[in-house]
């Protein structure tokens, strides 16, 4: 490594001596005066001497908290939360959002939202102002114990919710008539939620995953249930669908282990996707279903269920694929070649 030199003036002579920073001492080249070398000092820190801004708003948007207390209570003024706003704020514990906010927004094309990830928020206290929720507003936000949405909220975006492992009680506003896909997904303590009358569709996964769920009612005028809406709710053991439901999404029930019991209106539509029907697949309790006319594809979407097995055997065919059997004094099925065993 390359030794630094620096410039000492003789305390004798004044001449200007060039030295070797590391030596202690050195003789002035001019009159033999023997001097220290001065020890080279790190530069002094740079601070930021910018004051630390808690609420950064702009034009009535709360762009940024960069408070470091565990309660934000929003001053007034502000007219709606941005996108990233607290995005990340593991230590916030409350926010108190004031009446005027009229939008929690979300930022990315709806991949980030406004409390993503405050991994210690508890407790929010909404405004009646408030109308729209944006996706993934609250996502991640484990220790969210419980929501009271006001009346005026009208729209909540997709995964709005999901994540929020802790949250076990929902208030829902009137004014909802859509839940949105992901909006409770992996909710996994949620057992108290009422939907209100005026919702007409149940999205994709809205409540996928929430296994402390215990008994829904689907209240009339929804029309539409989405795929995997309830797939994996373990705990769900009663379910009432309304006349008013016509479309029921691919695995919308799928492995609700605990639900014995299903009444699936007449009008009803089995829809499929990529990966097949299997509306009911793996519910290995349901025995009781009443249902009008029994679908062709009845065996997909009952796949894996105790009421499809007894269903096979009252019409004679293979409780194990529903294929016909053939043979006079020994039947075997002539789709799997089991023999029959009932």
């Known amino acids: 490594m390359q030794v630094a030199e620096i410039e000492v003036a003789c305390p004798m002579c ?12 050195a003789v002035c080249r001019s009159c033999g005066a023997a001097f220290a070398v001065p020890k080279m000092m790190d530069e002094p820190p740079v601070y930021d001497e910018r004051p630390v801004v808690e609420f950064d708003i702009r034009s009535g948007v709360l762009e940024a908290y960069g408070g470091t207390s565990p309660v934000a209570v929003v001053p007034q003024g502000v007219t709606a939360i941005g ?51 944006g996706s993934n507003a609250f996502n991640s936000c484990v220790q969210l114990a419980n929501i009271d949405l006001p009346d005026s909220v009208t729209m909540i975006g997709p995964g709005a919710f999901c994540g929020c492992t802790a949250l076990a009680a929902v208030k829902l506003s009137r004014g909802l008539r859509e839940l949105a896909n992901d909006i409770f997904r992996s909710c996994a303590s949620l057992t108290d939620i009422k939907l209100n009358g005026n919702i007409k569709t149940i999205g994709s996964y809205a409540f996928a995953d929430c296994c402390e769920l215990r008994a829904l009612t689907i ?12 797939s994996g709710c373990t705990g769900l053991t009663d379910m009432v669908l309304p006349a008013t439901l016509v479309s029921l999404g691919a695995s919308a029930f799928s492995e609700c282990r605990n639900l014995s019991a299903i009444n699936i209106p007449a009008a009803v539509e089995f829809e499929t996707d990529g990966s097949g029907v299997r509306t009911f697949a793996g519910c290995s309790s349901l025995k009781d279903v009443s249902i009008g006319k029994i679908p062709d594809n009845f065996a997909e979407i009952f796949a894996s269920t105790p009421w499809l097995e007894i269903y096979l055997q009252k019409q004679g065919r293979c409780r194990h694929c529903g294929g016909n059997f053939k043979g006079v004094f020994k039947k075997v099925c002539e789709v799997c070649g089991l023999p029959k065993d009932y």
């Open 14 to 25: 004044g001449d200007i001596n060039p030295v070797d920073s590391e030596l202690d001492t």
């Open 83 to 133: 996108g990233q706003a607290f995005k990340g704020c593991e230590g916030l514990r409350k926010v108190v959002l004031p009446e005027g906010v009229t939008e929690i927004q979300s930022s990315g094309e709806g991949r980030w939202g406004a409390f993503f990830g405050c991994r210690s928020l508890e407790t929010v206290e909404l405004p009646s102002t408030l109308t729209r929720i």
């Open 219 to 230: 209240p009339p005028g929804v029309k539409t249930i989405g795929s995997f809406a309830f």
